[in-house]
């Protein structure tokens, strides 16, 4: 299932974060998850590519699943985008959460796909 608009904005919000190699900034607003700031500079640089914001249709492409035990949550998967490639192989995990109108977007995880 693709990604419910209403996590759109701050997933690209959050991309836009890796594109900028802002990987403080995710951890410091509590984004970055498991991997931590040297955690993702890691999973980019070795990845190779320079990312790039995601267009319209990388929701679409993206598959989201409820999380049946945290009403509200979604678990994502979506594609990311290189300058190199455009559409990638390398994959970011993030759940997306609206807490009562409160939305927060966690990465899970970085690789490739």
Excluded: C
């Amino acid at each position: 299932m693709p990604i419910p608009n209403k996590f759109h904005e701050p997933i690209n919000s959050l991309v836009e974060k890796l594109v900028q190699r802002d990987y403080s900034e995710l951890e410091r607003n509590g984004q970055a998850g498991r991997l931590g700031a040297a955690g993702l500079r890691i999973a980019v640089a070795e990845y190779g590519r320079r990312l790039t914001r995601v267009p319209p249709e990388a929701f679409e492409l993206s598959d989201a699943v409820a999380i049946d035990s945290q009403p509200g949550s979604w678990n994502v998967n979506m594609t990311l985008w290189t300058v190199e490639e455009g559409r990638s192989d390398l994959t970011l995990t993030l759940t997306a959460s609206d807490l009562g109108g409160r939305i927060i977007v966690v990465i899970e995880d970085l690789h490739v796909l």
